[in-house]
């Protein structure tokens, strides 16, 4: 109870809720799942992008809450609904985390936590920050092309980040209302373009260190 109490005041009492865009994520989705901090998360969204395997079936054994697209509309897509099904709930903070357990949902916390401060409104999960992606298992070409990237993207904003492609972010609610993300693709490049919105808009955007497996 106490420890309840503690995470609510740091987190302001807002509602914080997690989104997960799903494809074929039916091996990894409870171990996801089961990190999640309970005790400052209000609400799970599993979005699922027309898997081929039993993703809902699991989620919603595991009571998530889903949203079913009935054909494969892309990643960039999964995002949109993810966000806007959170905000329709009422959402204060949306963590998006990728439910393959690549990235360990314990952070959220402390990912929230920097959004509630109202010190940011975006916080990104950076594989390369501390021990680094290499350690944690990321395939050498991955990992050049990945700080290539990240370079060219640094040097084209102007900004500083040490990774652009993460796929674990937290966000406000005024930033998802303010980017125009209905005009975002609807693939991969997705993630980038909010980046670029989020920069244009001035939110400010903070990294966190993150192990990645």
Same mark, same amino acid.
């Given at each position: 109870?106490?420890?309840?109490?503690?995470?609510?005041?740091?987190?302001?009492?807002?509602?914080?809720?997690?989104?997960?865009?799903?494809?074929?994520?039916?091996?990894?989705?409870?171990?996801?799942?089961?990190?999640?901090? &309970?005790? =400052? !998360?209000?609400?799970?969204?599993?979005?699922?992008? %027309?898997? #081929?395997?039993?993703?809902?079936?699991? $989620?919603? @054994?595991?009571?998530? &809450?889903? =949203? !079913?697209?009935?054909?494969?509309?892309?990643?960039? %897509?999964? #995002?949109?609904?993810?966000?806007?099904? $959170?905000? @329709?709930?009422?959402?204060d903070v949306i963590v998006m985390v990728h439910p393959d357990y690549q990235y360990?949902?314990?952070?959220?916390?402390?990912?929230? $936590?920097?959004?509630?401060?109202?010190?940011?409104?975006?916080?990104?999960?950076?594989?390369?920050?501390?021990?680094?992606?290499?350690?944690?298992?990321?395939?050498?070409?991955?990992y050049v092309a990945n700080r290539v990237l990240t370079l060219i993207q640094n040097?084209?904003?102007?900004?500083?980040?040490?990774?652009?492609?993460?796929?674990?972010?937290a966000f406000s609610r005024e930033a998802l209302l303010k980017l125009p993300l209905?005009?975002?693709?609807?693939?991969?490049?997705?993630?980038?373009?909010?980046?670029?919105?989020?920069?244009?808009?001035?939110?400010?955007?903070?990294?966190?260190?993150?192990?990645?497996?």
């Amino acid at each position: 109870m106490r420890s309840r109490i503690s995470c609510l005041l740091m987190l302001n009492g807002k509602k914080i809720v997690v989104v997960m865009p799903a494809y074929n994520a039916a091996k990894t989705l409870r171990r996801t799942y089961a990190e999640i901090p &309970r005790d =400052v !998360v209000d609400d799970v969204i599993l979005v699922d992008d %027309a898997s #081929q395997d039993s993703t809902v079936a699991v $989620a919603k @054994e595991l009571g998530i &809450r889903c =949203v !079913v697209h009935p054909a494969n509309a892309g990643y960039g %897509a999964n #995002q949109k609904t993810c966000y806007r099904a $959170a905000l @329709e709930i009422g959402a204060d903070v949306i963590v998006m985390v990728h439910p393959d357990y690549q990235y360990t949902p314990k952070l959220i916390t402390a990912m929230a $936590a920097m959004i509630t401060s109202g010190v940011y409104h975006s916080v990104m999960g950076s594989r390369v920050l501390g021990r680094g992606a290499l350690v944690g298992g990321m395939p050498l070409y991955k990992y050049v092309a990945n700080r290539v990237l990240t370079l060219i993207q640094n040097l084209c904003l102007p900004q500083k980040l040490t990774e652009y492609h993460t796929g674990y972010r937290a966000f406000s609610r005024e930033a998802l209302l303010k980017l125009p993300l209905e005009e975002n693709s609807n693939d991969f490049v997705f993630d980038n373009e909010m980046i670029v919105q989020l920069v244009y808009f001035g939110y400010e955007i903070a990294e966190i260190t993150c192990p990645s497996k």
